[in-house]
């Protein structure tokens, strides 16, 4: 066991490497930099430039440098922990980073969750009562989460809120609890916000999780293990959770590293819409401004997230299910 | 491509069937009354007879010497709106409006006529015969947040110390160029440049806001006051890579740190966090109202940090802010009309600055020759010009609250003429078509669009930012219009960075701005829509023009002579020290422009919505919206008040 997470974290390493040259690559392939965003700036404050002087400013940022020592300076720093600096937010990307990246797995984990705790007792539903009205039902309604874009059902919900219930749109408190120490209150007014982005970012993974737990145990239901425990006179409860339920649910397990970046890109698009202080909106401006080290980083600390993701529901797997061996 | 996705798809669009039922009554801009003391000199105390002062309520109690003692020998008094305000409250607006609500101070201002420049900081100014030095005195007695007094030094600072330095400007501003300021004592300076640069009381009263800053407190992060491994910890510590960023990032309020600094605006920040910023008011802020009450009424202002500028509307619409304009557009007002009618929020229209809110620019350098030739073809532009139905755009997209109106000075302007406003700007496709068919440009392979002569089909690719202004609607209608009389005119889209590259390559057709610097203030600084002095993304007529005159012929492209000329006049405008003379070149150039549309304007003046909470007073009903005026700082923002 051990020496097979070992291989695993050792093959975690090129993989990460190669992302980082994706990475670092793909950001400086659309036109402009920095300094174009920042020269766009200067001009509105009435400043002249000429085209040698922008020179000067691209040194001032190390872009005369070539591209392989920029990459090299920016993920050197990102191994030791230092992961450069923001020219667009004039901070420390690590400060940026950490105060987001904590309400981007909230919000992506609660969302997670928020999609299994619907998914899967509605999936054993339509399953053991298919063709029944409630697998029709079910299927419907979760289609419609899955159908109806999330930006979309985030101005909803956002409407529903505020109409409905009060709660003040855009954030993830009210304004009285914007910046103030933790505390109860504070705690309920978040949850009473936090719904929204785990409802929207959570329901358009519900319908395809669903499906496909339906599709698997009905594969299970019918295998001849099933028939005897049942003729054998198992309660059909403890049967299904027992057996059919433990192999179809495998695949869920196993792809848990791969549904982290879909919901975190999810989370992106509706952060944005409902404005919420969390990694997606930073990435996408510092993506437009193509403020590298920022951009950078997020997105590696993204994929380090989805590699262990993988790894983790790697060993998930073998522990729920027996017949996996460490080869 | 999220960004636009979304901004296309919005609250707006949901709601506007909805508005055909509630047909939106009452978008009207009322002309708003101002007092006349809002285009005269501010008096001061002494001068008004005014002996007693007083403070808000919220200050007493506090630690601090008298009132009296904080306003200084002889206080500003300002005048609000109509009625005398009352103290207190807690105003919520965006972090968007950092530079529109808490009052901004500038040595001088501009009056609300948009053409005079009054005193503030500086009690008077004087330029030299010879235009070449500007000398301001500072009222006595202004002090900072802190209680120190302000001083000459905190001029020179920002001047001598910051933009002639080259780590920290590596482009030297335009108007920092040959120029150095040198004090004559602690109230007394003055500016001086090698060549005449008698404007520079224009950029004072605009820009004025940005050329100073405590030096007490910034001489500690730089180089010329601190030993420099010192000062490299101490930036360290901070968590920055230079002392430039640090300097920058908390000037622009952008960090913790930088409620660390003192001001003397009407409010100080006193917390910054990545989501908030909060002010309160500052207790040595020296304008008064008449019975003498210190400014401003309110008390604190809680800004929230918002990204996303659908969310800002959705707020404004639904009264969760007290004051919002800045990322507010044409486009939000039928949002903005139906959250009115909950009684949450009051919508003001003002208007927009903009001659022209989308000025319409051929690319008279563009490297195929063909299309270049076309473009400087008089019969082309007035054809292009003319075929487009400005009224019905300012129907269909401004409800009709907009003027239509070539690109030219704004009315407010002593440049300005009527007949500059509206040459070629009617509506007559029939003679489009005509003088089209004269160019020899006729359909020729029957798909109902014009071709060239010899049968190539023409094109022209419009490249634009939607920002700001309403431009892609607008540029919808244009290229209908234009369909109508044949012309094939491409929309597209693209990203501000990739506009600003292919600007600085002078790879576009064509592009569009918004017409801003048309005041008497920046027009005759930057005429840059009627003469080649400059060319950047906002600016894309002649790229090869403007090189040939900013190398001295180096590189670029010899102009023809009507450019040499609009140039000559551009440079005496500039540097001229008789104000008559300013003028009657101004208009000379105008004139020029209008005979020739260098650019084709659209609808300008347009709405501008203003939401504010129902209880705030003293802002007025109509107002001009623009950077060349700052917004809001002609309408004393430090007198608006809660009933």
């Known amino acids: 066991m051990r020496a097979y997470i070992a291989r695993r974290i050792f093959g975690m390493l090129p993989t990460l490497a190669l992302i980082s040259i994706i990475i670092f690559v793909v950001i400086q392939l659309p036109p402009g930099d920095i300094v174009t965003s920042t020269l766009d700036r200067l001009q509105a404050e009435g400043v002249e430039v000429s085209n040698d002087q922008i020179q000067n400013l691209r040194a001032q940022y190390n872009l005369d440098q070539p591209m392989v020592f920029q990459y090299l300076h920016w993920i050197g720093g990102f191994v030791v922990g230092d992961m450069g600096y923001s020219y667009l937010y004039s901070r420390p990307v690590n400060e940026l980073v950490w105060e987001r990246l904590g309400y981007t797995l909230l919000i992506t984990v609660s969302a997670l969750i928020f999609t299994w705790a619907i998914a899967i007792p509605a999936g054993i539903y339509s399953a053991v009562r298919q063709y029944s009205i409630g697998d029709y039902l079910l299927t419907t309604v979760m289609l419609f989460g899955l159908a109806t874009p999330s930006f979309l059902l985030a101005l909803i919900v956002m409407y529903i809120g505020y109409e409905w219930f009060g709660i003040t749109i855009g954030g993830l408190f009210s304004p009285e609890y914007r910046d103030v120490p933790w505390s109860l209150d504070r705690v309920s007014d978040f949850l009473g916000h936090l719904w929204i982005p785990m409802v929207v970012v959570g329901l358009s993974g519900t319908a395809s999780t669903m499906r496909i737990l339906r599709a698997n145990l009905l594969d299970e239901l019918n295998k001849p293990y099933v028939v005897t425990a049942r003729a054998k006179g198992v309660r059909p409860i403890k049967l299904l959770i027992k057996y059919p339920l433990r192999i179809a649910i495998n695949p869920f397990i196993s792809t848990i590293g791969l549904l982290l970046p879909v919901l975190i890109s999810g989370e992106a698009i509706v952060s944005i819409v409902l404005g919420l202080p969390t990694t997606g909106p930073a990435l996408i401006q510092a993506l437009i401004n193509?403020?590298?080290?920022?951009?950078?980083?997020?997105?590696?600390?993204?994929?380090?997230?989805?590699?262990?993701?993988?790894?983790?529901?790697?060993?998930?797997l073998a522990w729920s299910d027996p017949r996996i061996r460490y080869e | 491509m999220v960004r636009s996705s979304i901004s296309v798809i919005t609250l707006r669009v949901i709601l506007l069937p909805v508005l055909v039922f509630l047909k939106i009554a009452g978008v009207t801009a009322d002309q708003a009354v101002l007092p006349k003391a809002w285009f005269e000199p501010s008096r001061t105390a002494s001068e008004l007879g005014i002996t007693k002062f007083s403070q808000s309520p919220i200050l007493s109690g506090l630690e601090l010497p008298s009132v009296e003692v904080r306003l200084g020998k002889d206080p500003l008094v300002v005048s609000p709106l109509a009625d005398i305000g009352?103290?207190?409250?807690?105003?919520?607006?965006?972090?968007?409006?950092?530079?529109?609500f808490p009052?901004?101070?500038?040595?001088?201002?501009?009056?609300?006529?948009?053409?005079?420049?009054?005193?503030?900081?500086?009690?008077?100014?004087?330029?030299?015969?010879?235009g070449r030095r500007l000398t301001l005195t500072l009222r006595e007695g202004i002090k900072w947040s802190d209680g120190k007094p302000l001083v000459s030094d905190d001029f020179l600072f920002v001047f001598n110390d910051l933009w002639l330095n080259d780590e920290f400007d590596p482009i030297p501003r335009r108007m920092a160029k040959g120029g150095r300021a040198e004090k004559i004592d602690d109230r007394t300076f003055y500016y001086e440049f090698e060549n005449p640069n008698p404007l520079m009381v224009n950029y004072v009263a605009q820009y004025g806001s940005f050329m100073f800053l405590p030096k007490h407190y910034y001489q500690h992060f730089h180089p010329r006051y601190v030993e420099k491994e010192m000062l490299s910890r101490r930036i360290e510590d901070l968590g920055f890579?230079?002392?430039?960023?640090?300097?920058?990032?908390?000037?622009r309020q952008l960090i913790e740190e930088s409620v660390d600094q003192p001001t003397v605006d009407a409010f100080q920040i006193v917390e910054r966090t990545p989501t908030l910023a909060r002010y309160i008011r500052n207790p040595y802020y020296f304008k008064i109202d008449p019975k003498g009450q210190q400014l401003?009424?309110?008390?604190?202002?809680?800004?929230?940090?918002?990204?996303?500028?659908?969310?800002?509307?959705?707020?404004?619409?639904?009264?969760?802010?007290?004051?919002s304009a800045f990322e507010l557009k044409t486009q939000d007002i039928p949002l903005l009309k139906l959250g009115e009618q909950s009684g949450d929020i009051r919508v003001l229209i003002w208007n927009r600055l903009h001659s022209s809110d989308v000025v319409i620019q051929p690319n008279y350098n563009y490297p195929d020759k063909r299309l270049a030739k076309l473009y400087w073809d008089h019969r082309f532009r007035e054809a292009l010009s003319i075929a487009i139905n400005r009224e019905e755009m300012n129907q269909i997209i401004y409800f009709g609250q907009g003027t239509p109106s070539q690109m030219t000075a704004h009315p407010s302007s002593a440049m300005y003429d009527k007949q500059f406003a509206s040459a070629y700007a009617d509506y007559d496709p029939a003679r489009a078509n005509f003088l089209l068919d004269a160019l020899g440009l006729i359909d020729t392979d029957g798909d109902g669009l014009r071709d060239y002569e010899d049968g190539e089909p023409l094109t022209i690719t419009l490249e634009f930012v939607d920002w700001e202004t309403p431009k892609g609607i607008s540029l919808e209608l244009v290229s209908i219009y234009w369909r109508e009389v044949g012309i094939d005119l491409r929309l597209k889209l693209v990203d501000s960075s990739l506009q600003s590259e292919r600007a600085q390559a002078n790879k576009m057709q064509m592009t569009v701005w918004h017409g801003d610097k048309v005041t008497d203030i920046l027009l005759p600084i930057s005429p840059l829509w009627w003469a080649p002095i400059q060319s950047g993304r906002e600016n894309t007529l002649w790229n090869d023009w403007v090189r040939w005159r900013q190398t001295n012929g180096r590189l670029g492209v010899k102009p023809p002579p009507i450019m040499t000329q609009l140039q000559e006049w551009a440079d005496e405008m500039y540097s001229t020290i008789d104000d008559k003379r300013r003028i009657e070149l101004g208009k000379k150039i105008l004139d020029v422009g209008a005979k020739n549309i260098w650019t084709i304007g659209t609808v300008g003046l347009a709405p501008q919505p203003v939401v504010i909470s129902p209880k705030l007073r003293g802002v007025p009903d109509n107002g001009i919206w623009g950077w060349d005026n700052r917004w809001t700082l002609s309408y004393h923002p430090s007198t608006w008040y809660f009933e």
């Not at chain 2, 009352?86 to 530079?99: M, P, V």
């Open chain 1, 290 to 316: 193509q403020d590298m080290y920022l951009a950078g980083s997020f997105l590696m600390l993204l994929a380090i997230l989805t590699v262990i993701g993988m790894l983790l529901s790697d060993l998930l």
């Open chain 2, 296 to 323: 401003p009424y309110i008390d604190k202002i809680d800004q929230q940090i918002i990204d996303n500028k659908e969310v800002i509307a959705a707020m404004s619409a639904t009264g969760q802010l007290d004051f």
């Open chain 2, 86 to 100: 009352r103290y207190g409250g807690t105003i919520r607006i965006t972090r968007n409006e950092w530079l529109t």
């Open chain 2, 103 to 130: 009052n901004v101070e500038s040595p001088m201002t501009i009056s609300a006529d948009m053409r005079t420049i009054l005193p503030n900081l500086a009690q008077s100014w004087q330029t030299s015969p010879d």
């Open chain 2, 241 to 251: 890579i230079s002392w430039m960023e640090y300097i920058e990032a908390c000037r």
